[in-house]
């Protein structure tokens, strides 16, 4: 099994910048892929970035270069640089992993908030 846990969500101004990361433990050789996913109230959960162990990664078309993955395998950490976030950025932020074996685990999620 592998556990995940997030940070660095908070309050942000729109316009600023917030930088979320995910940790993960327990068997993490078996990780395939971590990534991002959010969910706004009312939305369902919807991809935001994914990031292979081999650094490929995969943006979500609302991206649009405002928001950066990467991973640090070393530390079995993937971060989310957010930038020029606007109001539709808030949500709550959840860690994926990927299973080379065909399952997915969650992290609890971190909550981002965009507001002046």
């Known amino acids: 099994q592998v556990q995940l846990v997030e940070s660095g969500g908070g309050l942000v101004r729109p316009g600023g910048s917030l930088t979320l990361s995910c940790t993960a433990s327990g068997t993490v050789f078996n990780i395939y892929a971590m990534g991002w996913y959010r969910q706004a109230p009312g939305n369902e959960r919807e991809l935001v970035a994914q990031?292979?162990?081999?650094?490929?990664?995969h943006y979500a078309d609302f991206v649009k270069g405002r928001l950066t993955i990467s991973r640090d395998n070393a530390k079995n950490t993937v971060y989310l640089h957010m930038n020029s976030v606007n109001d539709e950025d808030t949500a709550i932020y959840y860690c994926?992993?990927?299973?080379?074996?065909?399952?997915?685990?969650w992290g609890k999620g971190t909550l981002v908030t965009v507001s002046s």
């Open positions: 990031i292979t162990n081999r650094g490929r990664t």
């Open positions: 994926n992993a990927a299973m080379d074996y065909g399952m997915e685990y």
